[in-house]
């Protein structure tokens, strides 16, 4: 399979492992060396097994790249070409370093993931149990569909997790260190600049406008830290600072957003204020504010702005995700409806505020308020549009009246209706027991046959359903990877026959069931029989 | 439940009720059936609203000619609308038990601003603005001029209000401000004036306390209500600066630019009507001559012009010859204007009594006392016979009159103090003329004297015999309720020394000291790792916090802190705090836990609660006391040693331990709530500040828990968290802290109630030498 398909990102020529020179490969999903002359690759490790990888420090003779993996190992490479080492090694470093990352992830979480598939879904452990751990396929044939079927919901579960917010002073891990001769050096981290750019959106964007074109990162970074949007409390000096606009659209925001729960609006508090020149110890307008005061409110405002933006950050993702979830279902108008069954946030903070939880018996358990995106489907249900009239609400209140009157002169038309006698007996005939209830009285399963018989017969019905469900999920076969997995699933399906339905079928007769207990189990994979042997016969007609 | 309160029946809308709620009734219904004035003091999260509440409507009920309103003022308008939701509770339970509709009538009173519904007055920002465009539609003369020019805009809500709302009488029921709201635009009524006219026959008012203090507001609103009510005046532990607040005045150069732009409009307008329309003038000097009251055809919607002395000093002679035509008043005021920037040119300070004051401009310019006092009254006569419709513009010249008119009606309690420049910065020339009331019973006697039970309540009155004395009046009852408690949900640590054992303390020679503020910092970054959720922390003053954050930030300790929790500051800026709060609240929400810093007589120490997660501590960082070089404040001190004999360290004492203790109640909103509460100065250990705290915190104050380093408050902290946070269930509290209706009926329950009453009789003893001192003040409204 050795670099059969394989697109190779990086080659590096001249690389030492284990004093044998060779070359480097890098390719999509793994790392390979080849020693010189040869054509198989003799170290060949694919990225999610990596844990990390590791370089010598600059200044070092030796030139070498370490990746350690998470069995523990560890393999060296020493890039020998002296005139490019350092290059080769770092290509080699920054390649790595991006593709790491994605493997990373997607190892354990796929690892994780089915772990907690099988954890929280009994059925799906005993499946596995039952089809892979007997090998009856393998477990990738079974992960195979189940991943890809999981993936919806999977998307939805993680939209309900919560992401990890930002630690509010990841701006202190930035602590300039003085270099000695007059200047500040910043170490800056991915993360780091992840959670600057989560927390100021402004910032993200002026990094998009002007890196690479106008800036470069570095210098970016290093406005960054001078500009006055950084650094609250110091006069703004700066005539060409591209921060100045963040700090701007910032106030914008914040003066558009005003607060939404009126028990903490200060503004309304106060039913009367004193007019103006009333009063005894009138806070006097704060026109002589010296500069160290201007300063010292300059980095309270900075303060209270970095917490809010903090904590915005970590709610943003959310909200985003549910916008747009409201948006897409609102596109027919009553998309209004959940605001206008949500009492006001006064009422409830009300309530809240004079509720003595201690002092009442709780009324029942605690309700949820039914969220409704749409209140008329629920009322409703989904009924099939009619495409050609919507009633209003004046035609329903003009049928109801109609109804209404009609009722009121209804006379019952006591001469036509069934005798009695006839009556009764059409009941007795509809009862339990009665001429037309016979069929109704044959025993069920379960008062016949014992319960572990029961269980296994779920098994096998569960077991023979999943099969089923990979042989179906093949056609149309259209592709060649889908006729191999069809004669497999075929061949699947009659190993399990075999070793699953046939030793259980002897079983119920030992115990002088009726066999009709699997015959149901038997047609549903006789009509996969079928249906695979017409296909084969047609592929057959079509091949000759 | 139903209670049996001394013989009342009572209906309680719970099934369970806290021991001292019932005690609390109890001595509520002596006050009652005495008459006479209560100051009660019972801790906040303990149902003092729904106790009130309950109690005196039984009252109302069972004896309808005894007491036939209630009268409940409270502070903030989200106080206003918890007391109706209360009440509504309280209702509903009524309905269910007797089965029958009572008829009840019970409404909230606001400003306009929270109550207009005209589409285009009600979507302005500011209350001033709401009540100026307001009156520009309504006022009776321009609803006159409609008469003539149909096109004069007007507000359909009033005039349909006008038209029928006076003849049918609000339905019974409880309405809270957007109850009236939706009611008015139902009809299409102004749900402002249909609540300030229901408000004459409803059985229940809650509005806020400037409608009953405020002397310019109370004549007009509450004028007319009846002698039989009972007034309560919730968290009152501030009313003294209420009543001080509303009848001081303060006048800068830019009054006085402005009031001398008003005095031209008045003379031009003046010039002009008398072109025009000689006789309206002509008119207006006839009903003068006859000495007609004004008040006899002022008309409800003409607020603006109120008189800012009290109702019974509403004078009943006829306004003097020398102002009574329109020019002499314009030259009389121009005049006095004149007078009063000579007085603002002055390079040192000058501080006089109200007769030196008039000694002085009756020598200067010749004005004399009594047309002063009709000052304000000519000047809304004016104004109406002018026609003026912005009442808005002309807020100076009515402060200047009002001023003119309080100088010259007290004599006492008050005081004129001419600055040249603030204190702060002694070189920009910024004359302020301060006219401050000292004695806050000026404002709170009519309402005393009129009605025949003021309840003064609140969760923090201590000492409670502080406030007969400051506000001149005989309470019948005094009562300062503890919290029976199954688990003490209140941890009270005082912390008077960093690791390293400096002192910490506000105080002003060490509050600059770089180790107290270090300290301080320290002890909010060790609570900050242990405390969950929210952490709140007052400081002194704003300018103490600006510094203090300033150098915290220098030193590395806000970092540090952030990283444990989110950081929320309060600012002088209402709108931005507010913002803070939300997010702050936000932040304790959803897990992340947040720190607010603010300030002790901030708006957010008065106003917000801090209940359960919201603020699981709550740390004081020194002792929050007034700025006392004010020349104002020493005035007030010396006049309450001169005429209350209250000295002025203990008043200074009492006054910050109230705002102290204001604070740090803010955490504690109930038994199931618990809290942290650290006073965070070692002034707090001695006896005169400890004892001045309200008992349900003095109580828990043990000489363990004093004078503690930051590393002792840290386990003391660790170990109540780790208590508080197990598991508290109804059974715990049921017959200690909460109580059945059978539990409270048993003797042994009784006994124990009664104990607590027995500490009440302790206050009432304290009670004993107050005649004395009543007798040694002299009454101060001469007129």
Partial sequence: ?544 | MKLNIDGLLVYFPYDYIYPEQYSYMLELKRTLDAKGHGVLEMPSGTGKTISLLSLIVAYQRTYPLEVTKLIYCSRTVPEIEKVIEELRKLMEFYTKETGEKNNFLALALSSRKNLCIHPEVSSLRFGKEVDGKCHSLTASYIRAQRHSNPNQPVCRFYEEFDAVGRQVPIPSGIYNLDDLKAFGRKKGWCPYYLARYSILHANIVVYSYHYLLDPKIADLVSKELAKKSVVVFDEAHNIDNVCIDSMSVNITRRTLDRCQTNVETLQNTIQRIKETDAAKLREEYRRLVEGLKEANVARETDIYLSNPVLPDEILQEAVPGSIRTAEHFVGFLKRFLEYLKARLRIHHVVQESSPQFLKDIYEKVCIDRKPLRFCAERLRSLLRTLEIADIADFSAVTLISNFATLVSTYSKGFTIIIEPFEDKTPTIVNPVLHFSCMDPSIAIKPVFERFQSVIITSGTLSPLDIYPRILDFRPVTMASFTMTLARTCLCPLIVGRGNDQVAMSSKFETREDFAVIRNYGNLLLEMSAIVPDGIVAFFTSYVYMENIVASWYEQGILENIQRNKLIFIETQDAAETSMALEKYQEACENGRGAILLSVARGKVSEGIDFVHHFGRAVIMFGVPYVYTQSRILKARLEYLRDQFQIRENDFLTFDAMRHAAQCVGRAIRGKTDYGLMIFADKRYARADKRGKLPRWIQEHITDGSLNLTIDETVQLSKHFLRQMAQPFRREDQLGLSLLTLEQLQSEEMLQKISQIAQQLLLGRRQLVPQPLVLLAKPPHLST
Avoid at chain 1, 171 to 196: F, H, M, V, W
Avoid at chain 1, 222 to 242: A, E, K, L, P, V
Avoid at chain 1, 393 to 400: G, K, L, P
């Fill in chain 1, 1 to 544: 399979m050795a670099a059969l398909s394989e697109e190779v990102l990086l080659v590096v020529k001249r690389v030492r492992q284990r004093k044998q020179d060779g070359t480097l490969y890098l390719m999509t999903e793994r790392i390979a060396w080849g020693p010189e002359g040869k054509d198989r690759f003799t170290v060949s490790h694919l990225y999610a097994d990596i844990r990390c990888q590791k370089i010598s420090p600059d200044g070092k003779a030796k030139i070498q790249l370490q990746l350690v993996l998470h069995t523990g190992e560890s393999t060296t490479f020493h890039f020998a070409n002296e005139s490019t080492a350092l290059k080769d090694r770092d290509a080699a470093k920054d390649l790595l370093q991006q593709l790491l990352p994605k493997f990373k992830k997607k190892a354990n979480k796929e690892l994780e993931e089915k772990n907690r598939m099988l954890q929280e879904d009994p059925v799906l452990f005993q499946l596995y149990k039952d089809l892979v751990v007997s090998q009856v396929i393998s477990a990738e044939e079974f992960w195979a569909s189940r991943l890809k079927l999981n993936s919806v919901d999977h998307a939805l579960s993680n939209n309900n997790k919560q992401e990890v917010g930002i630690s509010a002073a990841f701006l202190a891990d930035i602590r300039p260190q003085t270099d000695g001769c007059n200047g500040l050096k910043y170490n800056l981290t991915s993360d780091i600049i992840e959670s600057i750019f989560r927390t100021y959106p402004a910032v993200k964007q002026k990094y998009a406008e002007n890196v690479p074109h106008n800036l470069t990162e570095k210098e970016f970074w290093t406005r960054f830290f001078q500009s006055h949007y950084f650094h609250r409390d110091r006069i703004n000096t700066g005539q060409q600072d591209i921060f100045s606009e963040c700090a701007k659209q910032d106030e914008k925001v914040s003066h558009l957003s005003c607060v939404k729960n009126p028990m903490v609006d200060l503004m309304s508090l106060e039913d009367k204020t004193l007019d103006e020149g009333y009063g005894s110890l009138t806070a006097l307008p704060n026109s002589s504010k010296t500069v160290k005061e201007n300063s010292n409110s300059a980095i309270i405002k900075r303060f209270n702005h970095h917490s809010a933006m903090v904590l915005a950050a970590g709610l943003r993702k959310v909200e985003a995700s549910s916008d747009q979830a409201s948006e897409t279902s609102s596109t027919d108008g009553n998309s209004r409806d959940s605001d206008f069954f949500q009492p006001p946030i006064k009422k409830v903070k009300l309530q809240e505020a004079i509720e003595y939880e201690d002092l009442q018996n709780e009324s029942g358990p605690k309700t949820i308020a039914l969220n409704l995106k749409k209140s008329d489907r629920y009322s409703h249900g989904p009924v099939p549009l009619q495409s050609h009239h919507y009633s209003t609400s004046q035609d329903i209140i003009n049928s109801v009246s109609c109804i209404q009157e009609e009722i009121s002169c209804y006379k019952p038309c006591l001469t036509r209706v069934m005798s009695s006698s006839a009556a009764s007996s059409a009941i007795t005939a509809l009862s339990p027991g009665g001429v037309l209830m016979q069929a109704g009285a044959q025993q069920t399963i379960s008062q016949l046959v014992s319960t572990d018989v029961q269980s296994e017969l779920k098994h096998l019905y569960t077991a023979a359903g999943e099969l089923l469900r990979h042989f179906w999920s093949c056609f149309p076969v259209n592709t060649p990877f889908l006729e191999e997995k069809v004669v497999k699933m075929q061949s699947n399906l009659e190993r399990f026959q075999s070793t699953k339905l046939h030793p259980f079928q002897e079983k119920i007769q030992r115990e002088y069931l009726s066999t009709n207990l699997t015959n149901h189990v038997e047609e549903m994979i006789q009509a996969a029989y079928n249906k695979f042997h017409a296909w084969q016969t047609r592929r057959m007609l079509r091949k000759t």
